[in-house]
């Protein structure tokens, strides 16, 4: 891989967000450029970085694909709006759950969601838009995950030889693509955004279908939702790097009201890591985890059993897809 980290060490926050603005502005000209907003700390710091360099020559746009956790289309359009982005929110549920329709296998979820976020809507919004470039919130992870074949992430195109001008209709760019996520939450927090995004816990590009084992149906994809609303009440105020609740896809047995009764499994994820490159689970204490399975199981419909994983990465991955 030729590309070259920029270190948390080595970072200088301001002189990098010049860098980029000056970069970007150069790259549009006097065009307009498309950008894709996903809530998370990457897609927000690219967000802001692109609204300095290009203002009202910016059109950002925020994908409702039906698979995000609960209220967060809304809420991260209008946290954006508050720190001064133009952002349209996008329906697209409809066109990613018939491209999941059917599909089981992890890398085959995955690439339906990347034809769909790229050859469907986002070459049909930059079509419109008249724009030539899309900007996304790939980090060098991303790329460095990718490229050995460890898990394929969504957003990297060129790196394994797409060339997107001709496979989609416009080029991409990737400001943040030498940084891994600390070193993007100091320049997001430069950045001047608020806390909620700069500090978020990491949340995958596949979103909640990367917490689906199996096919991600709209009743699955709900299902997981509350678990996950659940999950992150319960250890809001836990110091940890990430942590996902994650459905599986065989009903196992268990009991209700003196019967038996086939239900789903919840498994339970939560991650101590400097950039997820190794991570090792955290060390909740018991009271925590009985709670998270008391809640799920009388919370969310047909959950009979709450699992915890404590397999490190590696041999584990953070997500289970």
Same mark, same amino acid.
Request: neutral net charge; charged residues 30%.
């Given at each position: 891989m030729s590309l070259t980290e920029i270190t948390l060490a080595d970072l200088n926050p301001v002189a990098f967000i010049k860098d980029q603005c000056d970069a970007i502005a150069a790259t549009v000209g006097g065009g307009i450029a498309v950008n894709a907003l996903s809530g998370g700390v990457d897609s927000s710091a690219v967000t802001m970085l692109a609204h300095r360099a290009l203002g009202s020559r910016l059109k950002t746009f925020f994908?409702?694909?039906? @698979?995000?956790?609960?209220?967060?289309?809304?809420?991260?359009?209008?946290?954006?709006? &508050?720190? $001064? *982005?133009?952002?349209? !929110?996008?329906?697209?549920?409809?066109?990613?759950?018939?491209?999941?329709?059917?599909?089981?296998?992890?890398?085959?979820?995955?690439?339906? @969601?990347?034809?769909?976020?790229?050859?469907?809507?986002?070459?049909?919004?930059?079509? &419109?838009? $008249? *724009?030539?470039?899309? !900007?996304?919130?790939?980090?060098?992870?991303?790329?460095?995950?990718?490229?050995?074949?460890?898990?394929?992430q969504h957003n990297i195109l060129a790196q394994l030889g797409i060339d997107t001008a001709k496979e989609y209709g416009y080029t991409v760019i990737e400001p943040l693509i030498q940084l891994r996520k600390p070193a993007v939450r100091v320049v997001a927090k430069a950045l001047g955004l608020p806390e909620e995004i700069y500090n978020r816990p990491p949340f995958p590009g596949p979103a909640l279908v990367a917490r689906v084992i199996g096919e991600a149906t709209r009743e699955r994809i709900?299902?997981?939702?509350?678990?996950?609303?659940?999950?992150e009440e319960v250890?809001?105020?836990?110091?940890?790097?990430?942590?996902?609740?994650?459905?599986?896809?065989?009903?196992?047995?268990?009991?209700?009201?003196?019967?038996?009764?086939?239900?789903?499994?919840?498994?339970?994820?939560?991650?101590?890591?400097?950039?997820?490159?190794?991570?090792?689970?955290?060390?909740?204490?018991?009271?925590?985890?009985?709670?998270?399975?008391?809640?799920?199981?009388?919370?969310?419909?047909?959950?009979?059993s709450v699992t915890y994983n404590i397999a490190s990465k590696p041999p584990s991955t953070m997500e289970a897809v």
């Open positions: 994908v409702d694909n039906g @698979i995000m956790r609960e209220g967060e289309p809304q809420r991260v359009v209008n946290i954006l709006r &508050q720190c $001064g *982005a133009a952002v349209e !929110l996008v329906d697209a549920r409809d066109e990613f759950f018939d491209a999941l329709k059917g599909k089981t296998d992890p890398e085959v979820k995955r690439q339906a @969601i990347t034809d769909t976020f790229y050859k469907a809507v986002f070459s049909r919004l930059v079509k &419109q838009s $008249g *724009a030539r470039h899309l !900007l996304q919130g790939t980090i060098y992870t991303d790329v460095e995950e990718t490229v050995a074949g460890i898990k394929r709900a299902l997981v939702r509350k678990a996950t609303v659940v999950l250890l809001a105020g836990v110091q940890a790097f990430q942590y996902m609740a994650i459905l599986h896809n065989d009903r196992i047995p268990g009991m209700r009201d003196g019967k038996r009764d086939y239900g789903f499994q919840i498994e339970v994820r939560c991650w101590d890591s400097k950039d997820a490159v190794s991570a090792t689970p955290t060390r909740l204490p018991f009271e925590v985890l009985e709670k998270l399975a008391d809640r799920m199981t009388s919370e969310v419909p047909g959950v009979v």
